[in-house]
C-alpha cells in the first residue's frame, strides 16, 4: 500500500511540472512577445535568485490599427519557481508559494507580428506589495501615449497648407 501511495506521489509531481508552462504556452504569439521582454528583463536583473515564469494575465487589449498594425497593452503576473535563475531548461520547474508575484505591464506596437520599435516598448514589473497607486497612474500614462486615437493626424490626412489654393 505505501509503494503505491508513493507511486501516486510521483506521477502527481510529474503532472504538477508541466503547470507552470502551461499558461504561457495557452497565450497568443502576439501576447508571448511582450511577457518574453518581461522575463529577459526580470531573469537577468542581479537582485533575483529563483528563476520566475508566466504566471497570469490579469488584463489584455489587442486593438488592429490596420496596415498589419497593432496595439498591445498585457498586464499580467509572474511568479518565482523553485529553479535558479539562469536555467535553461524550465520543464522540471515548479511555482513557489512563499514568494510575492512580480506584477507587470507591458504596451507595445507590433508590425507584422514583430514589436516596432520606435516607440520603444514600454515595460513596467515590480513586486506586487510594492506597488503604489502612483506607479499605477504612471503605467497608465506611458501606456496611453502609445495607443493610436481615432481621429488624430496621420501621414495619409496631412496637407500642405502652401497648395491647398
Given at each position: 500500500?505505501?509503494?503505491?501511495?508513493?507511486?501516486?506521489?510521483?506521477?502527481?509531481?510529474?503532472f504538477?511540472g508541466?503547470?507552470?508552462?502551461e499558461?504561457?504556452?495557452?497565450l497568443?504569439?502576439?501576447?508571448?512577445?511582450?511577457?518574453?521582454?518581461?522575463?529577459?528583463?526580470?531573469?537577468n536583473h542581479?537582485s533575483?535568485?529563483q528563476?520566475?515564469?508566466?504566471?497570469?494575465?490579469?488584463?489584455?487589449?489587442?486593438?488592429?490599427?490596420?496596415f498589419n498594425?497593432?496595439y498591445?497593452?498585457?498586464?499580467f503576473?509572474?511568479?518565482?519557481t523553485?529553479?535558479?535563475r539562469?536555467?535553461n531548461?524550465t520543464?522540471?520547474?515548479?511555482f513557489?508559494?512563499?514568494?510575492p508575484?512580480?506584477?507587470c505591464l507591458?504596451?507595445?506596437?507590433?508590425?507584422?507580428g514583430?514589436i516596432e520599435?520606435?516607440?520603444?516598448?514600454?515595460l513596467h514589473?515590480?513586486?506586487?506589495?510594492?506597488?503604489?497607486?502612483?506607479m499605477?497612474?504612471?503605467?497608465?500614462?506611458?501606456?496611453?501615449r502609445?495607443?493610436?486615437?481615432?481621429?488624430?493626424a496621420?501621414?495619409?490626412?496631412?496637407?500642405?497648407?502652401?497648395?491647398?489654393n
Open positions: 500500500m505505501a509503494a503505491l501511495m508513493l507511486w501516486l506521489l510521483g506521477v502527481g509531481v510529474l504538477l508541466s503547470d507552470a508552462q499558461a504561457y504556452d495557452d497568443p504569439e502576439i501576447l508571448r512577445i511582450g511577457v518574453d521582454l518581461a522575463l529577459t528583463n526580470v531573469n542581479s533575483i535568485q528563476h520566475f515564469l508566466f504566471f497570469n494575465s490579469v488584463s489584455q487589449m489587442k486593438e488592429e490599427l490596420g498594425l497593432r498591445i497593452s498585457h498586464h503576473n509572474l511568479k518565482a523553485d529553479c535558479q539562469g536555467v531548461d520543464s522540471e520547474c515548479q513557489r508559494n512563499d514568494r508575484l512580480i506584477d507591458v504596451c507595445y506596437k507590433t508590425f507584422e514583430e520599435n520606435p516607440p520603444t516598448p514600454y514589473c515590480i513586486h506586487k506589495p510594492k506597488l503604489t497607486e502612483e499605477r497612474r504612471i503605467r497608465t500614462e506611458q501606456c496611453s502609445m495607443e493610436y486615437r481615432r481621429g488624430s496621420t501621414l495619409l490626412g496631412v496637407v500642405d497648407p502652401k497648395k491647398r
